[in-house]
Every structure is written in structure tokens, then in C-alpha cells.
């Protein structure tokens, strides 16, 4: 079995494929951007918007995280919470649609603190490897006194702060990160940068993520809300598998 991701593999991926016929079974995690007759299988998520006989589709983006790691690491953050709501702001990285420009980062800094008052909410500030140094710094800056900022990319903090936040808030530029949220069940706030250039996939992922009930746009109202658990993975395992059975290789 192969599993490829990304634009680098499937060169790889389609020479076995060549070189070994059915004796091996590949599967390509994306839009490979060649024909799909080279992949046994190609998992990518609806927001793609490619279609197959041999395309599985999910909502979101798949992902490593489960329910059960998100709830061993319940108690990795001890934090004091005198009855206050626990808000977990997971902060991405710049990408080729959006800058992370101070301006911005700024703007939503400044709404996250205001939106989310120290008198009923600690945020729980989770930086992403994609965060650079000086967005971590600002954060703390901001949010050290009443709340609190893990300042390294830290993987237990991460998943204990989605088991015991009651509201969560993403960046824009992770769909991943949004999707690993929505395992939860819990309110997910989309933190919005300005797009330096637009790109179809994120905006249709928004908007079906917001049909279905899991994310709203981060503004300076606090709603609560819930929506069936988000995994994928355990829902197109068994097709996976069945698929894998009718050609031999399991």
C-alpha cells in the first residue's frame, strides 16, 4: 500500500504504480494534478472540487488527531479557571493567501481580547509550527496578563486545549487546524485575515463548513452552538478497506 501526498509523490507514487501493477494499491491525498487513472484511489476533501470514479471525498481536510488523544491529554493544561469559559485561539501561519501583516494581526488580537472579556473567558493561546516567532511574542504581549500563551508549538497543549475549551477559535489560513477543531462538536470562531489573493478552495471550504453548522466568522458576539463531530477518517476507513478487498490486497 502507498500513500502519497502532495505534488512531489506522485511522480513516485505513478512509477511503482508502473513498475508493480496490482501488486501494490496507491493512494493519492489531494488533487494529484495529473490523470486520475495513475491511483487506485484519491482522497481529497469536497472543497477541492474533483470528482471520480476512483475520488473519495470528505468534508474538511483529513487529519492525525482523534477523540480518544484529544481526551487522554485533558489535563496537560492545569490552568486556574474560577468558572471562567475556557477559549482556545489556534493561530496558523502565513501562506500564499494571506501575510500575517502586523495591521492584521492587530485588528485581530485586539477583537479576540475584546470579544472574549478576562471577567467570563480565558483564552488558551495555541501557536502552530507555521507561527512565526514574532506573531508568538505579540501574542504574549497581548494575552499573558489574564490569560494564557503557550509560546512553542507544543502538541499535548494543543489537544488539551481543544478537550477543554468551551469555545474555539481558528485562523483562516488553516483548514487542517479548522478541521481538527470540528472533531470537538464544540463552537468553532473563523478568525478572518484580508486575503492577499483569492483562492476558490478556502472560500468554498468556508462556506461549507458554515452550511453545515460547525464554524461562524469570528465577530464581537459570543454564540454557542453544536453540530455532529466531525471525523472522516473513521467514516471512509471502511470504504478504503472495501476498496483494498476488491483488489486483492487485503
Known amino acids: 500500500i502507498i500513500i502519497s501526498c502532495g505534488r512531489k ?34 482522497i481529497s476533501p469536497e472543497h477541492d472540487g474533483i470528482k471520480g470514479d476512483n475520488v473519495l471525498t470528505t468534508r474538511g481536510s483529513i487529519h492525525y488527531l482523534t477523540k480518544k488523544e484529544i481526551a487522554e ?14 477559549v482556545a485561539f489556534v493561530i496558523g501561519g502565513p501562506n500564499k493567501y494571506y501575510n500575517y501583516s502586523d495591521e492584521q494581526i492587530h485588528h485581530i488580537f485586539n477583537k479576540v481580547k475584546t470579544t472574549f472579556t478576562p471577567d467570563k473567558y480565558k483564552i488558551v493561546v495555541i501557536p502552530s ?26 502538541k499535548k497543549a494543543y489537544l488539551s486545549s481543544l478537550a477543554i475549551a468551551d469555545h474555539i477559535i481558528v485562523t483562516c489560513d488553516s483548514t487542517s ?5 470540528a472533531l470537538t462538536g464544540k463552537p468553532i470562531y473563523v478568525a478572518m485575515f484580508k486575503a492577499k489573493r483569492t483562492s476558490r478552495r478556502f472560500l468554498n471550504f468556508y462556506s461549507q463548513f458554515n452550511k453545515l453548522g460547525i464554524t461562524k466568522e469570528l465577530t464581537e458576539r459570543v454564540d454557542n452552538w453544536s ?3 466531525l471525523d472522516e477518517i473513521n467514516r471512509i476507513i471502511p470504504t478504503i478497506k472495501e476498496k483494498m478487498k476488491k483488489n486483492g490486497i487485503i
Open 73 to 86: 491529554n485533558s489535563k496537560y493544561l492545569q490552568l486556574e479557571r474560577k468558572k471562567k469559559q475556557i
Open 227 to 229: 453540530y455532529d463531530k
Open 9 to 42: 509523490s506522485v511522480i513516485p507514487s505513478i512509477a511503482l504504480k508502473k513498475r508493480l501493477g496490482n501488486q501494490i494499491f496507491n493512494i493519492h491525498i489531494q488533487d494529484p494534478k495529473v490523470s486520475f487513472s495513475h491511483f487506485d484511489l484519491i
Open 129 to 154: 509550527y507555521r507561527t512565526p516567532d514574532l506573531v508568538i511574542k505579540k501574542a504574549f504581549n497581548t494575552f499573558s496578563f489574564n490569560h494564557h500563551v503557550v509560546k512553542e508549538v507544543n
Open 177 to 181: 487546524m479548522i478541521s481538527e477543531a
